[in-house]
Each structure stands twice: as structure tokens, then as C-alpha cells.
């Protein structure tokens, strides 16, 4: 147990763009970590939809230690089998043909808005460059995703920005018709907003933008980096639309906690990414593939796929209890283990409260923006846990409705 490092040294040390909470996590194990101090808590957090099969697992353990005997690191002058035996497993196991690989869900994304630049201008001309996204979307913190996420509080203050970004209210048929036109390059969109707080496309909008891309000849971009992986109760999400997507990205839960992003499509998009005209010095490194590769094969597994149908029922059921019992939420939302719930009118804004309050009562939460809290655990989580951390919820509801929000 180390404790000559506390969570005022992140004040001394840290550049202050995050506000981490009080306890310092030093071991995890399953869906339970332990902090500084030996405290228990129950993480229905998941990293961040990440930890898909939760801390120390011991398939992810052994992929990382037999690749790590082996080779580390050699960049993209050569390539490595670990890489190349998890893009054949990505490509059989989705509709892509053809994948790319980076580090993180932003840089993912980043290839994703550059190749439908770069697809657009080559095959049609540099008019066709318009980037259609939506309102609250999140796309990462670089500079060209957080300019096509729909949250305008990331991009102050870091004008001047690149443009040729359309945003529309999600989910409106009837406004990305009328914006539709033959420059744009791609339509992106989240098949359920997760920052933007757990708002499911509707399929109804999906088949539209499917069909309106179609028709002007603009790439359907799916930004899978959070509902992808079996998160949602199917390996990709897109599935459950009805729709393919052109492109497709990935990160969080395919590493399972080691930092991997993917971009996937066609062999013929793929094209207009020609030698030379992007590229990454890890991505796709021996490491991270190895890791991925081993999750993507237990993701895959129908027990687990079946575990996270079981355990989203049992998280929904229970939520539902205690958004009637406190009323401090509203009824459950969203797919798999991606779920959410909106606060009550007296806790708009202040949602990170609740958050608080859960972690002091040993419980591991999320927040997707002000109003919304969300669940996003391991999807091997056993009912045990989920029993345990609804208990521990119930706990903090009662205490919070005792006192309520000042
Ligand atoms: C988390 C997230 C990203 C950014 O991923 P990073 O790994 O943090 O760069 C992009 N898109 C969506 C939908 C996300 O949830």
C-alpha cells in the first residue's frame, strides 16, 4: 500500500483539467476496487464503459504477459501478427473489410473525419468536404472531434477552428433532410449518445441518414467508440439499427482497459487513405492487439452476450424500483449495460452530487453531462455485484432524499 502520493499531490503535480474524486484506487479485481485506505467499492462504472471484463482479469493477464515475453514495440514500418490477426477477426466479425488502428477513441474518430476528407476530395473534388454531426454529441478532445461533437463548451477558447462542420438537432428526420446536399462528405452520429446523456438513435432517423447518404453519396459514420464492443447487448450496436455504417469506430471496451482504437470499412473507401496520407506510431502495436484480440474472443462468447442481457434486466428492474421508492430519477433508459437515468427536477445540474454521495457509500458511478446518471459496468459483472451496488445505491437515494440538495 502506498500512501506518499494522496489526492492533494494531483493539486501539486497535475495540470488541473480534471477534478478527480477524493480516493485513490490501487488494485482492482473483478467488478470491485480497492483503495488507498483498503475501502471496498463496487464499480458500476467500468472505467468508463472500458473494463469490459472487469480489473485483473486473467485471460487479459495472460494475453499482456506471453505478448509482453515477446515484442513490445516496432512501429508501422513493419507489421505484427498480433495486428494482423485482430483486423482479420474485425473484419470476419463486422461488415468492414478493412481496418486501421490507433490508440484512443479520438484518434479513431480523427481518422474517421480524415478519410471521409480525403475520400470526398478524391473521388468527387474539394467541394465535397461539409461534416454533418449532431447537437451534444462527443467525438473526442482533439481539435477536429471536439469541432464535430455538438458540445460548443469544449471547443471555447480554442478558436480558431477547422469548419465545414454542420451540426443538427439528433434524431430529427425532417432537419437533416432539408441540410442534406451533395457537398457533404459523411453524416456522424453516436447509435446512442453517451456523453451527451445516454439518447438512443432512433431507428427511424438511423435508416434515414442511411438512406439520405445513399442518395447524396456521403459516408455514414458510426462512432461506436462507447456502444461498441458488446456493450449493448450485440457486438456492434449498429446492429440493432437496421442500418451498415460506411465507417465505423471503436475504442474503449476492445482493449478492456488497454489503450486501443479502430477505425473499420470498406476496401474501397478504405482507398482514399493511400500510403503515406495518415498514420501512427503505436497504433496497432504488438501490446495493445495482443490485449484486444483476447477480449474481442470472450466478448464474442454467448454466455457473456447472454450475461449482459440478464445483468441490464436486473440493473433496469432495479433502477426502476428505486426511481419509484426515492424519486430522486426518472425510469431507466438505453441498451445492454449502457443505462442511464435522467435526475428529478430538484437535482437538475447537480447529478455529479449523486455521483459523490455513491463513492462515499463505496459505490462507482458515471455521470453523461448535468442531468443524467450513468451505469456502464463489466460485462461479466455477476449478479451479486449489481445486487450489491443496488443495495449501496439504495443506501445513498435515502440518505440524499434525508438531505436534500442545498
Ligand atoms: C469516449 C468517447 C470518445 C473519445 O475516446 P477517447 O479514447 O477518450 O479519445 C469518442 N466518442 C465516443 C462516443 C466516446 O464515448
Same mark, same amino acid.
Given at each position: ?77 513493419? &507489421? ?146 462507447? &456502444? ?20 465505423? &469506430? ?91 437515468? &435522467? ?64
Amino acid at each position: 500500500m502506498s500512501t506518499s502520493v494522496t489526492r492533494q499531490t494531483f493539486d501539486e503535480v497535475m495540470v488541473p483539467n480534471y477534478s478527480p474524486a477524493d480516493v485513490i484506487p490501487v488494485r482492482g479485481l473483478g467488478s470491485r476496487w480497492w483503495d488507498q485506505q483498503g475501502r471496498e467499492y463496487v464499480d458500476f462504472a467500468g472505467g468508463i464503459a472500458v473494463t469490459v471484463l472487469g480489473h485483473a482479469n486473467p485471460v487479459m493477464i495472460k494475453a499482456l504477459d506471453e505478448q509482453a515475453q515477446k515484442l513490445w514495440h516496432l512501429s508501422n514500418v513493419v &507489421t505484427n501478427e498480433p495486428a494482423l490477426k485482430l483486423a482479420q477477426r474485425l473484419t470476419e466479425l463486422t461488415f468492414a473489410e478493412r481496418v486501421f488502428f490507433c490508440n484512443s477513441g479520438g484518434e479513431a474518430n480523427e481518422a474517421a473525419f480524415k478519410l471521409a476528407r480525403r475520400w470526398g476530395s478524391t473521388n468527387f473534388g474539394p467541394q465535397k468536404h461539409t461534416i454533418i454531426a449532431f447537437d451534444n454529441a462527443f467525438h473526442g478532445r482533439t481539435l477536429f472531434t471536439v469541432c464535430v461533437g455538438g458540445q460548443p463548451k469544449y471547443t471555447q477558447g480554442f478558436e480558431p477552428l477547422p469548419g465545414g462542420i454542420q451540426h443538427l438537432p439528433f434524431n430529427d428526420v425532417a432537419a437533416l433532410e432539408a441540410a442534406m446536399n451533395d457537398q457533404v462528405c459523411a453524416v456522424v452520429m453516436e447509435p446512442i449518445q453517451g456523453e451527451g446523456g445516454l439518447i438512443p438513435a432512433t431507428p427511424e432517423f438511423a435508416q434515414a441518414a442511411r438512406a439520405l447518404c445513399d442518395k447524396h453519396k456521403a459516408l455514414l459514420v458510426f462512432d461506436e467508440v462507447q &456502444t461498441g464492443n458488446g456493450r449493448t447487448g450485440t457486438l456492434y450496436a449498429y446492429e440493432q439499427l437496421g442500418v451498415t455504417p460506411d465507417v465505423m &469506430t471503436t475504442a474503449k471496451g476492445l482493449g478492456g482497459g488497454f489503450p486501443i482504437g479502430a477505425m473499420l470499412t470498406t476496401a474501397e473507401i478504405a482507398k482514399a487513405l493511400a500510403f503515406g496520407t495518415h498514420g501512427s506510431t503505436y497504433g496497432g502495436n504488438p501490446l495493445a492487439c495482443a490485449v484486444a484480440g483476447a477480449v474481442l474472443e470472450e466478448v464474442c462468447k454467448p454466455e457473456l452476450i447472454a450475461n449482459v442481457q440478464a445483468r441490464s434486466q436486473q440493473l433496469k428492474g432495479g433502477l426502476a424500483e428505486l426511481s419509484t421508492r426515492h424519486g430522486l430519477f426518472g425510469p431507466p433508459r438505453g441498451n445492454g449495460l449502457l443505462v442511464g437515468v &435522467t435526475v428529478a427536477d430538484s437535482w437538475r445540474g447537480k447529478a455529479k452530487a449523486i455521483v459523490n454521495a455513491a463513492l462515499a457509500e463505496g459505490l462507482w458511478l458515471l455521470v453523461a453531462g448535468p442531468d443524467v446518471l450513468r451505469f456502464a459496468p463489466a460485462l461479466n459483472i455477476t449478479q451479486t455485484d449489481i445486487d450489491d451496488g443496488l443495495q449501496r445505491l439504495d443506501r445513498v437515494l435515502a440518505l440524499l432524499a434525508a438531505a436534500p440538495s442545498s
